[in-house]
């Protein structure tokens, strides 16, 4: 069977035209690769140009560094899930069944929303989805302004004031983005607080705190350093772009470099593509990671890569603003996917479930997680 044919059935796969002969042989072939065998005739020259035509077809990104042998969910269930763009595959498993049961739709949860609260300094709160475009108020020499696209926006409009400190807050099922006085824009994730001063005139540095989520494009300034403090790590930079993970549920704090150059705790300076991670003990680790899987959020997408259900859940928990509740005994197996975080929390469920290792439930707002 040469690489045509193989191509050919990812087309009806990816189209919904797929038959079960077609299914059949594209399983066939999935366990070649998985056993190290090449059953269907010599396919290793050919494995790099099929897969990339499977994640382009699927509208999935993946990094380069990535090889075979791979399982990807049981063909049968490949017609829905690349023709919605997602995919999973199960490390050291045996391919699973197509799942039948489903959340129903009147339990649905919808996905979070744009919105966030403001807290000046003066202790007034303001919520920015009851607000209108343009100014919202004034203060320590900045007007602060709700732009069209809806996110907030600090601008210097006189001389140095007193330090005045903001906070801006998102609850579980919401997001927001804002471009502080010196120019640099902050995206919070869902369950995230960001404290920072009004204005950062005649500071010697910039410097502003967060607890949870949240990523950071960093305006250049050589001679005022911008500094990020969390609960276990203290960032510096002095004009780049990194994603900044400190939830108190994870089991660790993890800042990721996108570009230029970030220094932790005063000591290790990260690389682009380096994570650091800082353990409940405090213990510094550096890892390179795909970078582009720890901002997905941000893009708006969930991109789980070699993650067990419980670090998947904790994420689906935050954006939905579910409670999650295990049931039995719970497979651990590590497993990748990407979905649109705007779909409602049935349709990623359902997604989650093609795999074969889970099924969910919802009801009034809780998530109930068991073995299929």
């Not at 035209?17 to 005739?41: F, N």
């Not at 300034?221 to 993970?245: A, C, E, M, Y």
């Amino acid at each position: 069977m040469d690489e045509k044919h193989i191509s050919d059935i990812i087309d009806r796969i990816a189209t919904n035209t797929a038959t079960d002969e077609d299914l059949a042989v594209y399983s066939a072939w999935c366990d070649a690769q998985q056993a190290g065998k090449p059953a269907i005739g010599d396919l290793s020259a050919q494995e790099a140009l099929i897969l990339e035509k499977i994640h382009r077809q699927a509208g999935i990104s993946i990094s380069r560094g990535r090889v075979f042998p791979w399982r990807i969910a049981a063909a049968a269930a490949l017609t829905g899930i690349l023709a919605g763009g997602f995919y999973w595959y199960r490390h050291n498993s045996q391919p699973p069944q197509m799942a039948v049961q489903t959340a129903p739709a009147t339990a649905d949860v919808p996905a979070g929303k744009n919105t966030a609260t403001l807290t000046l300094a003066n202790g007034k709160k303001i919520l920015l989805s009851d607000t209108q475009t343009g100014k919202l108020t004034e203060q320590a020499g900045v007007e602060v302004n709700k732009a069209a696209d809806g996110s907030l926006e600090y601008r210097p409009v006189n001389g140095a004031a007193a330090v005045q400190y903001n906070t801006l807050s998102t609850a579980r099922g919401e997001q927001y983005q804002i471009t502080l006085a010196d120019g640099t824009r902050v995206w919070l994730n869902a369950a995230t607080t960001l404290t920072f001063p009004a204005s950062f005139a005649q500071q010697a540095e910039r410097a502003v705190e967060v607890n949870g989520e949240a990523y950071f494009e960093v305006a250049a300034d050589p001679t005022r350093p911008f500094k990020v403090r969390t609960n276990h790590q203290q960032i510096q930079v002095l004009g780049t772009s990194f994603n900044v993970n400190n939830y108190a549920d994870e089991p660790c704090a993890r800042t990721t470099l996108l570009s230029g150059a970030v220094k932790i705790n005063e000591a290790q300076v990260l690389k682009p593509g380096q994570q650091a991670v800082t353990e409940k003990n405090g213990t510094l680790k550096i890892a390179t990671v795909n970078t582009d899987g720890i901002v997905a959020w941000k893009n708006g997408y969930f991109e789980f890569n070699n993650e067990n259900i419980y670090g998947i859940m904790r994420k689906i928990s935050r954006w939905y603003n579910v409670e999650v509740i295990y049931e039995g005994d719970i497979p651990t197996n590590e497993m990748e996917g990407t979905i649109s975080r705007f779909e409602n929390v049935s349709k990623v469920l359902n997604t989650i479930e093609k795999a074969g290792l889970l099924k969910f439930r919802i009801v009034t707002g809780k998530i109930y997680v068991s073995k299929y």
